[in-house]
């Protein structure tokens, strides 16, 4: 139990642990961020994809 405690400290001093966090606060931002973006091109898409079915007249595609 006393190695556990002592590779806890060492993990602490060193500065891999705060690289870590702020590696994942990157993500979790980059990950925000294209979650808005793909929301946003969904709603256009959705409008792209109406004007181009009142546009085509129906059976055009066969």
């Given at each position: 139990?006393?190695?556990?405690?002592?590779?806890i400290k060492l993990f602490?001093?060193?500065?891999?642990?705060p690289t870590s966090v702020?590696?994942?606060?990157?993500?979790?931002?980059?990950?925000?961020?294209?979650?808005?973006?793909?929301?946003?091109?969904?709603?256009?898409?959705?409008?792209?994809?109406?004007?181009?079915?009142?546009?085509?007249?129906?059976?055009?595609?066969?």
């Amino acid at each position: 139990m006393c190695n556990f405690f002592k590779k806890i400290k060492l993990f602490s001093r060193s500065e891999d642990g705060p690289t870590s966090v702020e590696y994942a606060v990157l993500i979790a931002v980059i990950c925000i961020a294209v979650i808005g973006a793909l929301s946003s091109f969904g709603v256009h898409m959705d409008a792209l994809y109406t004007t181009i079915e009142t546009t085509v007249p129906p059976g055009a595609a066969s």
